[in-house]
């Protein structure tokens, strides 16, 4: 009996595709349990570098300064010539420069934290009057109840110490005379009486002073009383707020009452 040539290719066939199809699920068993490890590993190293670079802290001016100082010096010592060596004080030189760059910056972060501390202090000491009166500059006067009080600061003696008040159209309605009055914070008071020895209404009124000593006139400045309502911190500092009167700072406060 003659084998069909045919015959034997096509019996072979059935086997040949019987055996691509295991190499096939063999060959995509493989590759499905490298998968999870390869793609790991490549989550892992992303991951990694990402927080190296996020740790990576960013360097300071002075810091950078040094890191480029010191790699120029050791670049320098490194290719110099033997025969004609680098000045050992020009080197000590630099590096006293390098370290007084250094040794400011430190300064002026300290210098900076003081500031700080001291900002936060004056707002506890501000925050501490807050329902107190002050005296501060001002040229306020109030009325009440037929009683005003304010005062005056002397920068030095005078023989002659007048007061000039005035009603809301710049009117003078009374002048004290306070007579000879040493240097320094004058406490003064007034009864509500004007010129003519009449009582004026209870009011916000505007005084002025005047001093005289001998024939020279002298520097007198005007204070007002209020009462301290709250505070606010600005760049400048702590700043109070006086009823009437506004903002004042702290070296504006003469006395507190």
């Known amino acids: 009996m003659l084998n069909n040539p045919q015959s034997a290719n096509i019996a072979a066939a059935p086997v040949l595709a019987v055996n691509a199809s295991r190499n096939n699920q063999a060959l995509n068993a493989a590759k499905n349990s490298q998968a999870p ?42 290719n110099q010539d033997p025969l004609n060596p680098m000045d050992n004080a020009q080197v000590t030189s630099q590096m006293a420069q390098l370290s007084t760059v250094s040794g400011i910056d430190k300064l002026n972060a300290t210098l900076a934290a003081l500031s700080s501390s001291m900002i936060a202090s004056h707002s506890m000491q501000a925050a501490s009057m807050i329902g107190h009166v002050v005296v501060v500059p001002g040229n306020r006067i109030e009325l009440k109840n037929s009683k005003g009080a304010a005062a005056l600061e002397l920068t030095q003696p005078a023989d002659k110490v007048t007061v000039h008040i005035k009603d809301a159209s710049g009117n003078v309605v009374r002048n004290i005379d306070l007579g000879s009055q040493p240097s320094g914070i004058l406490a003064i008071e007034w009864d509500g009486m004007n010129d003519a020895n009449a009582q004026i209404g209870d009011g916000n009124y505007k005084f002025s002073a005047s001093a005289q000593l001998g024939t020279d006139k002298t520097s007198v400045n005007t204070l007002s009383y209020g009462l301290v309502n709250g505070v606010s911190q600005k760049p400048e500092g702590a700043s109070l707020t006086v009823d009437r009167l506004g903002e004042v700072g702290l070296d504006g406060v003469k006395q507190i009452l």
């Open 37 to 78: 490890g390869v793609q790991s590993v490549s989550g892992n190293t992303t991951d990694n570098k990402t927080g190296a670079a996020k740790s990576a802290a960013p360097k300071n001016a002075v810091a950078e300064s040094q890191d480029r100082f010191l790699k120029l010096l050791v670049t320098q010592m490194k």
